[in-house]
Antibody, heavy 119, light 107 residues
Framework: EVQLVESGGGLVKPGGSLRLSCAAS????????MNWVRQAPGKGLEWVSS????????YYADSVKGRFTISRDNAKNSLYLQMNSLRAEDTAVYYC????????????WGQGTLVTVSS | DIQMTQSPSTLSASVGDRVTITCRAS??????LAWYQQKPGKAPKLLIY???SLESGVPSRFSGSGSGTEFTLTISSLQPDDFATYYC?????????FGQGTKVEIK
């Protein structure tokens, strides 16, 4: 059974940093692209960042470029999102999601982890 | 950037109704479109991919159609479990953009 489990969310002050993790199981992690998608409270979905299976291709939404860094460790079946210089508008539930390619539909999602940026 | 516009934003319907949600892309995305269902406090669930392909395990009352810039999601006979918010998403380019969502409410 495919499972994606996010962790690392919490309350952080503006300007602070946080590192999210996503532990994957039930599939060959190294064969899939992985993604972070976020949802601000009461709002819609926003695609944040994508990383290809071998980390050769990495993309960021303009809203997070230069502040967030996506990475993966295929040996540990894990995906990460390092978030620096956090702003109030980064407050959201962050989901990790699996896609077969760098531009594809997301067929499996984690349960999400809440990041709250507030003083 | 490709913009996705869904209509309506909210839809009130009864069990058994046929429901149609529309999604328009700001430029052609061929058939690179997915539909997701999201319930409160839960992650999105993939329903349809490549505009009209039904994801495994999704009931056949869900169907998708369209290509280019206009797409529709149809629920042939609305069931109690279908009251949720639905999102379209284009993946013609990386960092696929979502529509703003359509909330299907009980009439």
């Amino acid at each position: 059974e495919v499972q994606l489990v996010e962790s690392g969310g919490g309350l952080v002050k503006p300007g602070g940093s946080l590192r999210l993790s996503c532990a994957a199981s039930g599939f060959t992690f190294s064969s899939y692209s992985m993604n972070w998608v976020r949802q601000a409270p009461g709002k819609g979905l926003e695609w944040v960042s994508s990383i290809s299976s071998s980390s050769s291709y990495i993309y960021y939404a303009d809203s997070v470029k230069g502040r967030f860094t996506i990475s993966r460790d295929n040996a540990k079946n894990s995906l990460y999102l390092q978030m620096n210089s956090l702003r109030a508008e980064d407050t959201a539930v962050y989901y990790c999601a699996r896609t077969e390619g760098i531009a594809a539909e997301a067929d499996y999602w984690g349960q999400g982890t809440l990041v709250t940026v507030s003083s | 950037d490709i913009q996705m516009t869904q209509s309506p934003s909210t839809l009130s319907a009864s069990v058994g109704d046929r429901v149609t949600i529309t999604c328009r892309a700001s430029q052609s995305i061929s058939s690179w479109l997915a539909w997701y269902q999201q319930k409160p406090g839960k992650a999105p669930k993939l329903l349809i991919y490549k505009a009209s392909s039904l994801e495994s395990g999704v009931p056949s009352r869900f169907s998708g159609s369209g290509s280019g810039t206009e797409f529709t999601l149809t629920i042939s006979s609305l069931q109690p479990d279908d009251f949720a918010t639905y999102y379209c998403q284009q993946y013609n380019s990386y960092l696929g953009t979502f529509g703003q969502g359509t909330k299907v409410e009980i009439k």
